[in-house]
């Protein structure tokens, strides 16, 4: 995908795609083996974390491609950018979980 927007140079559309679909089957799947645990304790409310965690996740994947292969894509500000956009990652995921166990009721 060529553009002439500056800072989305050296973007791809399939890597980034690729970045989201990583940072949502992470949490995805460990969500889903908790539940595949308890499979006798699943409930109605539990699609709403199922749904907005990977959604977290989705996003905080497609910052860490940005930062550590676009915005940053060589040298020490690599290495830095991939250190915090892991940590914002985390953060992104531990944010929509404190939406989704708001949303239904569950986060005090």
Same mark, same amino acid.
């Given at each position: 995908?060529?553009? +002439?927007?500056?800072?989305?140079?050296?973007?791809?559309? +399939?890597?980034?795609? &690729?970045?989201?679909?990583?940072?949502?089957?992470?949490?995805?799947?460990?969500?889903?083996?908790?539940?595949?645990?308890?499979?006798?304790?699943?409930?109605?409310?539990?699609?709403?974390?199922?749904?907005?965690?990977?959604?977290?996740?989705?996003?905080?994947?497609?910052?860490?491609?940005?930062?550590?292969?676009?915005?940053?894509?060589?040298?020490?500000?690599?290495? &830095?950018?991939?250190?915090?956009?892991?940590?914002?990652?985390?953060? &992104?995921?531990?944010?929509? &979980?404190?939406?989704?166990?708001?949303?239904?009721?569950?986060?005090?």
């Amino acid at each position: 995908m060529n553009t +002439k927007v500056e800072f989305l140079k050296g973007f791809q559309l +399939k890597s980034a795609l &690729a970045a989201g679909i990583i940072g949502a089957s992470i949490p995805f799947s460990w969500l889903m083996f908790l539940i595949l645990v308890k499979s006798e304790i699943f409930e109605s409310w539990m699609w709403v974390p199922l749904t907005f965690i990977p959604l977290g996740g989705v996003f905080g994947g497609l910052f860490f491609y940005l930062m550590g292969f676009v915005w940053f894509p060589t040298g020490r500000q690599k290495l &830095a950018a991939i250190i915090v956009s892991t940590l914002l990652y985390f953060v &992104a995921i531990w944010l929509s &979980a404190v939406f989704s166990f708001s949303l239904v009721g569950l986060w005090d």
